[in-house]
């Protein structure tokens, strides 16, 4: 009698974590988008982006959700991320919340990484400027804290909010197959 064992382990974790931005490219210094004001840059940058953002792990993939505030003057919102060779693509976001901050709306992007520790650039269409805006935000994994915080996660119900002594639920299943 032949039987093949495989287990699956499926860990998966939410936690929010600070964060820095940059308007100008952290590894050259230029901006991307052509603006010439690095320092205005750097402030609107970091009024726009929420302080705190979601980074789960799901069967061995990584999503990070931002919270992009000021929806009201901001459209067309796209995000790229940094791939392990410095190159930046293209990903797609999904729209999982929104909040108000600030007397306006702030709407929360998830989408998937493939490192939490590589930076993100998200391209925004400014109205008031009249042109797309691409900064740079890295996340602080440092300051990771077990849980989901304020963010709809697609992994954890809200009935069921992690804790700082359980981060991770495990789910591993056990399949057999039958001889052949």
Known sequence: LYVSWARRCVSE???????????ANPETGQT????????????MCES????????????GKTYVTLGIGLMSNVSD??????????TY???????TGSCERDGDTCNH????????DNYISPILYVEPM???????????????QAGTGKFVSEMISAEEPQTEEEP?????????????
């Open 109 to 116: 992007y998830r989408f998937e990484v493939d490192s939490a």
């Open 32 to 43: 991307v988008d052509g603006g010439t004001n690095i320092a205005l840059g750097d402030s």
């Open 77 to 86: 919102v796209r995000m790229q991320i940094q791939e392990t060779d410095g």
């Open 48 to 59: 726009i982006v929420e302080d705190s953002a979601l980074v789960e792990q799901s069967q």
């Open 13 to 23: 974790t939410a936690y929010t974590v600070g964060r820095t931005t940059s308007y």
């Open 130 to 144: 009249g042109r797309d805006v691409q900064f740079f935000v890295k996340l602080d994994m440092a300051s990771a």
């Open 168 to 180: 991770q639920t495990e789910d591993c299943l056990l399949y057999t197959s039958p001889s052949p």
């Open 89 to 95: 693509r293209d990903v797609e976001i999904t729209q």
